[in-house]
């Protein structure tokens, strides 16, 4: 069985246990909520559409998380005009899995809600203490010689920049040889 709910000015068909990401609706996770305005059902025998939704229908569907969509960059500019605006957007959403859908008035039963299993979080060291320090080992002169470090090279000098020839000048332009009558 299937259903098209209405929910924060979009349609969405579901059916049961499918997870669905609608705009926020309010509700921690865990908590069973109901779309009501259901505006289809199909899936049994021939389809049942309202007008515009069906009396007595609703959806039943347990919160996953909220949380916030992707960025949307809005860009606005006017050519020639030195005219631009930047922004940003990001949508708040909340994932929601279908857990039943309801006909003839039926309140949402809490078997059909499936626990959310809960994420996994780091224990937070408190910032005030500090790591114990580590022993320190003895001296350099107990360890044996041979594990010592050798000393460091020296860098090799830099060699002087090449000096650059100087510039030629351009030769001064030949005056063309006169011509003798002769020819």
Request: hydrophobic fraction near 35%; charge should be positive.
């Amino acid at each position: 069985m299937y259903a098209v709910i209405r929910t924060g000015g979009k349609q969405y068909r579901v059916a049961p246990d499918d997870v669905i990401e609608v705009e926020k609706v309010s509700g921690d996770a865990g908590e069973i909520i109901q779309f009501s305005e259901v505006l289809m059902l199909g899936g049994e025998g021939a389809p049942q559409v309202g007008t515009p939704a069906i009396d007595g229908a609703s959806v039943a569907g347990q919160v996953l998380e909220q949380k916030r969509g992707d960025k949307i960059i809005v860009f606005k500019k006017k050519r020639r005009k030195n005219y631009r605006r930047k922004k940003g957007h990001r949508q708040h959403l909340t994932a929601v899995r279908i857990t039943e859908i309801l006909t003839g008035g039926k309140k949402p039963s809490k078997a059909a809600a499936k626990p959310v299993p809960a994420k996994k979080t780091e224990e937070k060291k408190p910032a005030d203490k500090k790591p114990a320090a580590k022993k320190s080992e003895p001296k350099a002169e107990a360890k044996p010689a041979a594990k010592a470090k050798a000393p460091a090279k020296k860098a090799a000098p830099k060699a002087a920049a090449a000096k650059k020839p100087a510039a030629k000048k351009p030769a001064a332009k030949k005056k063309p040889a006169a011509k003798s009558k002769e020819d």
